[in-house]
């Protein structure tokens, strides 16, 4: 009786003033609500209607609730428009995103992490370097594979796209250089580059392409792969095999 008289009441644009309960077992409303609404098997339905049908509402007041059965959401009014309720990023999909506006990310400098079984697989840590000639470059630090690798505090721009392991972990010091994965590798100058292997190290522009315990510690020195060779000197190359050290 109390809910039919409470929705002719409505019906009949008469004003309430007191709190109201609609509920089957006659208990009082919370002392907090205007309205409180209870069951413990039925919900409550909220007008549902299309996206075009919500938008043609004249003058919507805010804090308007419908549901709109064409994006299969809820929708509310605040401060002039139309809010989704669910207007974060779905696990299905994303439709609508404006290319330089959508992004999934931070807006502050700390590092963001993504895991799988909740172990990092990647970490993103924002980076940046004030030049007097050309003004300041941003350019992040992209960090995949184990949890221990890492790129040393004022380096830019570096990249370890894997590997590594515990004990054994990828590490990259200088700025622009690159670790594509293996395990215990370094690239300790300016656009070095560690393609994979173990235990192999790079200089200034240098590049060692892989294996293991191979070193092309002189400026823009190659060290194609193989074991334990070391190319020493500026331009210095070394094409494979074992224990070769390259001084031109």
Same mark, same amino acid.
Request: charged fraction near 15%.
């Given at each position: 009786? $109390?809910?039919?008289?409470?929705? &002719?009441?409505?019906?009949?644009?008469?004003?309430?003033?007191?709190?109201?309960?609609?509920?089957? #077992?006659?208990?009082?409303?919370?002392?907090?609500?205007?309205?409180?609404?209870?069951?413990?098997?039925?919900?409550?339905?909220?007008?549902?209607?299309?996206?075009?049908?919500?938008?043609?509402?004249?003058? @919507?007041?805010?804090?308007?609730?419908?549901?709109?059965?064409?994006? =299969?959401?809820?929708?509310? $009014?605040?401060?002039?428009?139309?809010?989704?309720?669910?207007?974060?990023?779905?696990? *299905?999909?994303?439709?609508?995103?404006? #290319?330089?506006?959508?992004?999934?990310?931070?807006?502050?400098?700390?590092?963001?992490?993504?895991?799988?079984?909740?172990?990092? &697989?990647? $970490?993103? =840590?924002?980076? =940046?370097?004030?030049?007097?000639?050309?003004?300041? *470059?941003?350019? @992040?630090?992209?960090?995949?594979?184990?949890?221990?690798?890492? !790129?040393?505090?004022?380096?830019?721009?570096?990249?370890?796209?894997? &590997?590594?392991? *515990? #004990?054994?972990?990828?590490?990259?010091?200088?700025?622009?250089?690159?670790?594509?994965?293996?395990? #215990?590798?370094?690239?300790?100058?300016?656009?070095? !580059?560690?393609?994979?292997?173990?235990?192999?190290?790079?200089?200034?522009?240098?590049?060692?392409?892989?294996?293991?315990?191979?070193?092309?510690?002189?400026? *823009?020195?190659?060290?194609?792969?193989?074991?334990?060779?070391?190319?020493?000197?500026?331009?210095?190359?070394?094409?494979?095999?074992?224990?070769?050290?390259?001084?031109?």
């Amino acid at each position: 009786m $109390r809910t039919l008289l409470f929705f &002719g009441l409505l019906a009949l644009g008469a004003p309430l003033a007191a709190q109201v309960s609609v509920n089957q #077992d006659n208990s009082a409303p919370d002392p907090s609500a205007m309205l409180d609404v209870k069951s413990s098997d039925k919900g409550m339905l909220v007008p549902r209607m299309t996206t075009a049908q919500r938008a043609a509402i004249a003058n @919507p007041a805010t804090g308007l609730l419908v549901f709109d059965t064409d994006t =299969e959401s809820f929708w509310y $009014r605040d401060s002039g428009a139309w809010v989704n309720l669910i207007a974060g990023w779905t696990l *299905t999909g994303n439709a609508g995103t404006v #290319d330089g506006t959508n992004f999934i990310g931070t807006t502050d400098n700390v590092a963001l992490d993504f895991r799988v079984n909740n172990a990092r &697989g990647l $970490r993103l =840590e924002y980076a =940046e370097e004030f030049d007097p000639f050309f003004g300041t *470059t941003v350019a @992040p630090n992209l960090i995949g594979g184990f949890s221990g690798n890492s !790129v040393a505090a004022g380096v830019i721009g570096a990249t370890i796209s894997g &590997g590594g392991k *515990t #004990d054994f972990k990828n590490a990259i010091s200088a700025p622009f250089a690159t670790i594509a994965g293996g395990f #215990d590798n370094t690239a300790n100058g300016i656009g070095a !580059v560690v393609a994979g292997g173990s235990e192999n190290s790079a200089y200034v522009y240098s590049t060692v392409g892989g294996g293991r315990n191979n070193k092309a510690n002189g400026g *823009t020195a190659v060290v194609t792969g193989g074991s334990d060779n070391n190319a020493t000197d500026t331009w210095s190359t070394v094409g494979g095999g074992a224990l070769n050290n390259a001084t031109a």
